[in-house]
Structure formats: C-alpha cells, structure tokens
C-alpha cells in the first residue's frame, strides 16, 4: 500500500528522479531547502505536472505517495510536525 506524500525529500535525497539531477553529494539540485516543519519541496514540480499531463504513457511520479515508509525518519519528523499544527488549530478553534 503507497502512503500519500508529506513532501519530506526522502527520495529525492535518496536518488533523483528522471528528471532531476544528483549535485556533487548526490542529492538532487532540484530539491529546496527544508521549511519551518521540514518539508522540502521540488524546484521542478510544475514541469514535472505539465510533462505528466502532456505525456500520461511516461512513469507518474508527482503526488503518487510514499513507498518508503519503513525507518523513514524524515517523513516520520513531517508527520509529527503536521500532527501538532492540527492539533494546534483545533486547539485554537475551541
């Protein structure tokens, strides 16, 4: 079962993408630094979605989940961070 993305880098920092590009110490040159709770987003996201769109026959890779979820500490750190803003806002709604 793929889980959906919280947007962690996991595997862009694993490996990158067709479309992206290792740097010197193999993480992609596309993927931005982390925000406040740790979500790191791809430089190329929209080219990304219009070649996806343009192209349905090529591999889908934006938005389609996470399959590495096992001993994933970055996305298991933006899932807890996600958790307590809910928690925040709903505390903050009563």
Excluded: W
């Excluded at 110490?25 to 769109?53: M, S, V």
């Excluded at 399959?67 to 298991?76: G, I």
């Amino acid at each position: 079962m793929i889980s959906p993305c919280v947007m962690s880098g996991h595997c862009c920092l694993t490996a990158p993408c067709l479309y992206g590009k290792a740097g010197e110490d193999g993480i992609c040159i596309y993927l931005d630094q982390p925000n406040e709770i740790g979500q790191r987003a791809c430089l190329k996201h929209d080219e990304i979605i219009e070649k996806e769109k343009s192209e349905p026959e090529i591999l889908q890779m934006m938005g389609k989940g996470c399959s590495s979820t096992l001993f994933n500490e970055l996305r298991n750190s933006v899932i807890n961070e996600l958790n307590r803003e809910k928690s925040n806002d709903r505390n903050n709604n009563k």
